[in-house]
């Protein structure tokens, strides 16, 4: 069992601060989602806990089991088990897939069929996968690419930015459920930035944060999916600007 947890985690781009206090905290086998309107940070933290440089932090934690995430390099914080899935999923030439996992320690026994399988799984034609990483592929078969990889690669706790974006609503229903069967097959904490209230039903998530301005303003059960739904974002209130 293990916890991921940011404490008043506070990220800034350039001179302005757009993560402003966000706390967040994930157990293993937990299905989490984000939702918040269109620049209220959701992409600035997922950069930030992938440690990309250009996201500075500003104050605050995010820890795995209370080591320390920030102090890490990008590929320690994949060693500690964290798995980022940004928006647009970039191509890497010269490099297969099967390379990456074999690098990151998969078992390389049976590794082919085993792509294939979890290809299957998402929809995805299995031959687009010995192909070097992403390149001539569309945006939504990326995606489904970087969730082949996600799931043989097995991490700790998993953050996906805009999992909606680039797919259809048959690829989206097929992620989604693969995303939540691996909280139960090997007890994955699968975080999922999302504005697509449909993918719910198949999510199922334990819990919805509302972010709004860089902060967690609201933390409720899959019942706040609905709500969402039907007002938006205005009745969970923007936090007290200190910009
Ligand atoms: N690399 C960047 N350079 C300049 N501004 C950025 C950068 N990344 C994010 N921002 C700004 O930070 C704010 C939050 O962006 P983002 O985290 O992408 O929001 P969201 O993902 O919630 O839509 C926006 O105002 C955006 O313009
Ligand atoms: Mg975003």
Redesign the pocket.
Known sequence: MSVLTIQGLRVA??DRE?VRGLDLTMQSGEVHVIM?P???????LAHALAGHP?YRITGGTAEIDGVSLLDLSPTDRVRRGLFLALQQPIEVPGVRLADVLRAAGVDPEGLEGRIRVEAERVGLRPDLLSRFMNVDLSGGERKRAEVVQFALLRPAFALFDEVDSGLDVDALGAVARRLAASSQEWGCGVLVITHFSRLLHDLMPTKIHVVRAGQVVTTGGPELAAVLEREGYEPFGAPSSDA
Do not use: I, P
């Not at 620049?39 to 600035?44: I, R």
């Open positions: 781009v350039g757009v918040g269109n620049g209220s940070g959701k992409s600035t250009g």
